[in-house]
């Protein structure tokens, strides 16, 4: 699953697509939710800050969430929510600033990617 699909989700699902075919993008803009589903792309609209979203969320044989959104109250709403009720979900965030990323790690996040030092 990948959060997001703004400018750095779109270059990241482009990679990962090439080697994983099975990628649900999720994302809050109902304008890119048309574009993808225009171009028959697996998505669906939700907001990662959003605890009952992803509650209901099925994460049924998913092996990886990545998430590009950068405000960091979401990420961790979205860490916790996930890592709660399945622990072997690798999770992947981004940060913008290096507080938060080891604060991320604190609450189990797998990896935190920091497009600044990039």
């Known amino acids: 699953m990948l959060f997001g699909y703004g400018k750095f989700g779109n ?6 697509y090439k080697r994983y075919k ?4 999720i994302d ?8 993808l ?10 907001d990662v800050g959003d605890n009952e979203f992803l509650d209901e969320l099925d994460v049924k044989g998913t092996k990886m ?12 709403v979205l860490l916790e929510t996930i890592k709660k009720d399945h622990p072997h979900i690798i999770v992947i965030l981004l940060s ?23």
């Open 11 to 16: 270059n990241l699902y482009e990679t990962l």
């Open 22 to 25: 099975n990628i649900l993008i």
């Open 28 to 35: 809050e803009h109902p304008a890119i939710i048309s574009h």
């Open 37 to 46: 589903k225009s171009k028959d792309i697996d998505c669906m609209y939700g």
């Open 65 to 76: 969430i990545i998430s590009t959104v950068k405000k960091f109250d979401e990420n961790m």
């Open 96 to 118: 913008n600033h290096v507080q938060e990323a080891i604060k991320l790690y604190e609450q189990g996040a797998d990896y935190v990617i920091l497009p600044h030092y990039i």
